[in-house]
Each structure stands twice: as C-alpha cells, then as structure tokens.
C-alpha cells in the first residue's frame, strides 16, 4: 500500500471545551483501521497572536517533525494531535503555554485558561472525529515533546495519568515531573510534583495509573539549553528547590534525576544521555527502534518497512 497522510484542521470549539483550534494528521503505511493517538503541543516560540499560533504550528506539523514525527513514521496506522496554543509574551501575561508551566495551569486570562484540559477536550473530539472517518482509535494517547513540548508531555501525563500511556520526550532539560508529594524536606508542587495536585484537577492522584506508564526521556550530554534559569519557566522558589534536590549543573542534574527516578522505583521510566549530543532529538531514533513494541504496546501495528 501506499503511504497515506491527511491533514485536518479542527475549529476553536467552546462547546466542546478548547478555546484554540487544532490539527490532526492521519499517516498510513498499511490498510489498518486500527489508529494510534500520538500528541504532541506545539512547539512554536514566542507566539502572540492566534493567527501566528495557527500559521507556525501548520508548518510544524508538516515540516519541522519533532518527536512525533518521528514515531508516527513507525507506525501502522497514526493520528498526530497538536494544538494551536498561542504563547502570551507581555510583561505579567508571559505565560508558557507551551511548556505547560505553573502559572500556565494556573492563570485566569481568557482563552489560555486551563490549557491542559483544553488539550484533554481535544483529544475527546479528535477520538470522535478519527471514529466517524471509520478508525477504531486507541484508548490512550502517547505525548511526545521535544524541549518545552517535552516539558508538556510529562506534564500532561501527570495531570491526566488515566488518558496517558507512554510520554516519548527529548530535551527533557533534567527537570522531570515526579509522583510524590515531597522530596528532601521539600513539598512539590506542580510541576514538580503532586503535592497540590488534588487543589488543581479536584480528584486525588491515581499514582497507579502513573506508574504504569512508560517513559522514555532523553537528553544530550552537550546540552546546555536551561529553562531553570528563566522566570517565564519556572517560579523562584520552584527554581530553588530543583537546585536544592537535585542541582544547579543541568547535567549534574541529569545524573541525580536519574538516581531519584530509581530511588522512587518507577520501573517503567527511563532516561538516556546521549553522547556528542547538544539540545536536539538527534540520537533517539535508535532507541526508539530497538523499545518500538515496548513503547507502543502489543495492539498497535508497525510499519513493516522500519
């Protein structure tokens, strides 16, 4: 069969809870009906306006190919999710949309409020959408990200560990979310852990369903790209509690987040540095190929060709 890509632009829909419209890119390498949800926020900078958001995620969808790309090209049968966020860039409206931070979950400025569960409404339409053109779509969705997308992923996935079942993200930065409520004498607030989680979704945190789910984060040992050191990133005191549990050095920090993920046995989280490697996804696609039926479960289908 010929492979086969369809792109679809969804409208904002207040209705349906999202205020941004988003894209779905169906991509077929077989005759299977069987569709695998992978999403992905997009990942476009500094973005003001809705019309910027709309014109520089449409590129990014069909050009740029990040991490979801670059799995949905192993796949059978795919459908990319990727909304149109924008990005606020002025004074105390500077709100990291993209990266899914704090004060991005917890602002109250029209239209970015709770964007987290506009990207949970969009995956409920797209799945209805994706069914009426005839696909039997997957349960769960896999996040994927690179940089502050990578940020979002594991993000979303601990904000909605039900809807998740595996977070592929590059550039992860070596600032992961974490299940626990404290750390070192530390209480972790989101996103850097559950403490205040119940105050935010209104539900208690189904640490079950989180560990379940099977991460693969990766980060280049040349990469020296850190949100850490920027407000729009992260809070100060959020800043100096990553510095205080795991370090300043962000590749100092890579080394101890791996040693807490295996302290906090979550077997199904792994980390890999790669060699030569500055702040891209260059070097995954090996590991990916080798972890494919892991990553993606047994009922979903591969391209055979990979």
Not at 1 to 4: K, L, W
Not at 8 to 11: A, F, L, P, S, T
Not at 151 to 154: D, E, L, V
Not at 195 to 202: H, R, T
């Given at each position: 069969?010929?492979?086969?890509s369809?792109l679809?632009?969804?409208?904002p829909?207040?209705?349906?809870?999202f205020?941004?419209?988003y894209?779905i890119?169906?991509?077929?390498?077989?005759?299977?009906?069987?569709l695998q949800l992978?999403?992905?926020c997009n990942?476009?900078?500094?973005?003001?306006?809705a019309?910027d958001?709309?014109k520089?995620?449409?590129?990014?969808?069909e050009?740029?190919?990040?991490?979801?790309?670059?799995?949905?090209s192993k796949l059978?049968?795919s459908?990319?999710i990727?909304?149109?966020f924008?990005?606020?860039?002025?004074?105390?409206?500077n709100i990291y949309?993209?990266?899914?931070?704090?004060?991005?979950?917890?602002?109250?400025k029209k239209d970015?409020k709770?964007?987290d569960?506009?990207?949970?409404?969009?995956?409920?339409?797209?799945?209805?959408?994706?069914?009426n053109?005839g696909?039997?779509?997957s349960?769960?969705?896999?996040?994927?990200?690179?940089?502050?997308?990578s940020?979002?992923?594991?993000r979303f996935?601990l904000?909605?560990?039900?809807?998740?079942?595996?977070v592929?993200?590059?550039?992860?930065?070596?600032?992961p979310?974490?299940?626990?409520?404290?750390?070192k004498?530390?209480k972790?607030?989101y996103?850097?852990?559950v403490?205040?989680?119940?105050?935010?979704?209104?539900k208690?945190f189904?640490?079950?369903?989180?560990?379940?789910?099977k991460?693969?984060?990766?980060?280049g040992?040349?990469?020296?790209?850190?949100?850490?050191k920027y407000?729009?990133?992260?809070?100060n005191?959020?800043?100096?509690?990553i510095c205080?549990?795991?370090?300043?050095?962000i590749q100092?920090r890579?080394?101890?987040m791996?040693?807490?993920?295996?302290?906090l046995k979550?077997?199904?989280?792994?980390t890999?540095?790669?060699?030569?490697?500055?702040?891209?996804?260059?070097g995954?696609?090996?590991?990916?190929?080798?972890q494919?039926?892991?990553?993606?479960?047994?009922?979903?289908?591969v391209?055979?060709?990979?």
């Open positions: 069969m010929q492979t086969i369809q679809i632009y969804v409208e829909n207040k209705n349906e809870g205020n941004f419209g894209f890119k169906i991509f077929q390498n077989s005759d299977s009906k069987n992978i999403g992905e990942n476009c900078g500094i973005v003001n306006s019309e958001a709309y520089l995620t449409l590129w990014e969808i050009f740029n190919g990040l991490v979801c790309r670059r799995l949905q059978a049968a459908a990319i990727m909304p149109c924008t990005r606020p860039m002025q004074g105390e409206n949309t993209h990266m899914l931070t704090s004060q991005a979950i917890k602002t109250s970015i709770r964007v569960k506009q990207f949970a409404n969009m995956i409920v339409n797209a799945k209805k959408v994706l069914t053109l696909y039997q779509v349960d769960k969705i896999i996040m994927t990200g690179f940089s502050a997308s940020k979002f992923a594991q996935a904000l909605y560990p039900e809807t998740v079942s595996c592929i993200a590059a550039g992860m930065s070596a600032v979310c974490l299940h626990v409520k404290e750390l004498g530390h972790l607030n996103p850097l852990g403490n205040d989680y119940e105050k935010l979704i209104g208690s189904n640490a079950n369903a989180y560990k379940k789910i991460q693969y984060l990766f980060m040992d040349l990469d020296d790209n850190d949100p850490v407000d729009d990133c992260f809070t005191e959020e800043r100096q509690i205080d549990i795991l370090d300043e050095n100092k890579w080394t101890k791996a040693d807490v993920i295996k302290s979550l077997k199904n989280t792994h890999y540095l790669i060699k030569g490697v500055a702040h891209s996804p260059q995954m696609d090996k590991i990916l190929n080798e494919l039926h892991e990553i993606i479960g047994e009922k979903q289908e391209n055979k060709s990979v």
